[in-house]
């Protein structure tokens, strides 16, 4: 996944510029190996110090307003 994550920036192929919203469903990490993994590829992508984490609501074109009245 980090590969992916790096690649996908190198290329220039996400769909806002410079911007990526990794999706991380509850369901998908019940397990605890799957949990596990998540947390591994957080840590190496903040040891990169090439990526930010923000909220959604940071991300470019997200109407706050929008967010928050749902």
Do not use: W
């Amino acid at each position: 996944m980090l590969k992916i994550i790096d690649s996908t920036f190198t290329n220039g192929k996400t769909k806002t510029c410079n911007n990526l919203v990794l999706l991380a469903h509850d369901r998908t990490f019940q397990e605890p190996e799957d949990s596990a993994s998540l947390h591994k590829l957080i840590i190496e992508l903040k040891k990169k110090n090439e990526y930010d984490f923000e909220f959604v609501s940071k991300y470019p074109s997200i109407n706050t307003d929008t967010l928050l009245s749902k």
